[in-house]
C-alpha cells in the first residue's frame, strides 16, 4: 500500500494504479475524508468568504455532503443502471476514490490571485472532472472511459444541487 502523500500525488497525475490502491484498501476512507477536506478548505480560502470562519466549516461540511451525495448517485448508476460484466464495487471503494479524485481542488487556494483566478478556478474544475472520470473508471472496473464519463454526468446534477444549497455564496 501507498502512503498517503503518494496516493495523494498520484492522484493529482491521475494514475489509475493511486486510485485503485485507494479502492483497495478500506484503511484510506480516513484519508479520502482528509483529501476532500483538504480540497475545500483550499476553495474556501481562495474564496475568502466574507462570513468568515462561519463559512469556511459549512463550506467543509457541504463538500463532505454532497461528496457522499455525489458518491451514492454515482454507485446506483455505476453498478445499477449502466454496469458491465465485470463491475465490482462497493459503495466504500467508490466513496474512497472519489474522495481523492478531490485532490487538485488543493489548488483553488490560488483563485485569489489577480486576473489568473478564474483561468485556475477553470484548470482546477476540468482536472477534478477529469480525475472523478479516472476514479469512477477504476472503482467501478469500466473498460470504457466514455461510460465513465457517463456515470460521473449523471452523477453531476445532484451533486452540483447540494453544492448550491449548502456551499455559502453558491445558493
Known amino acids: 500500500m ?12 491521475l494514475r489509475p494504479a493511486a486510485y485503485e490502491d485507494v479502492e483497495g484498501d478500506p484503511s484510506a476512507m480516513s484519508q479520502a475524508i482528509v483529501v476532500v477536506v483538504i480540497s475545500s478548505v483550499a476553495s474556501g480560502i481562495g474564496l475568502l468568504y466574507s462570513g468568515g470562519i462561519g463559512d469556511l466549516v459549512r463550506s467543509v461540511i457541504g463538500a463532505l455532503v ?24 462497493s459503495w466504500g471503494e467508490l466513496l474512497r476514490a472519489l474522495g481523492f479524485s478531490s485532490a487538485p481542488g488543493v489548488f483553488n487556494v490560488l483563485t485569489r490571485v489577480p486576473i ?12 477534478m ?8 473508471r477504476q472503482a467501478l472496473d469500466y473498460k470504457s472511459t466514455w461510460r465513465a464519463v457517463a456515470v460521473c454526468v449523471t452523477g453531476f446534477i445532484p451533486y452540483a444541487l447540494a453544492m448550491w444549497l449548502l456551499v455559502p455564496g453558491l445558493g
Open 116 to 127: 489568473l483566478g478564474y483561468l485556475v478556478a477553470y484548470v482546477v474544475y476540468v482536472w
Open 66 to 89: 454532497s461528496w457522499f451525495v455525489w458518491a451514492a448517485i454515482t454507485y446506483l448508476v455505476g453498478t445499477r443502471i449502466l454496469p458491465t460484466p465485470e463491475t465490482s464495487s
Open 129 to 136: 472532472l477529469m480525475a472523478m472520470v479516472v476514479a469512477v
Open 2 to 13: 501507498a502512503s498517503f502523500s503518494q496516493r495523494f500525488a498520484g492522484a493529482l497525475f
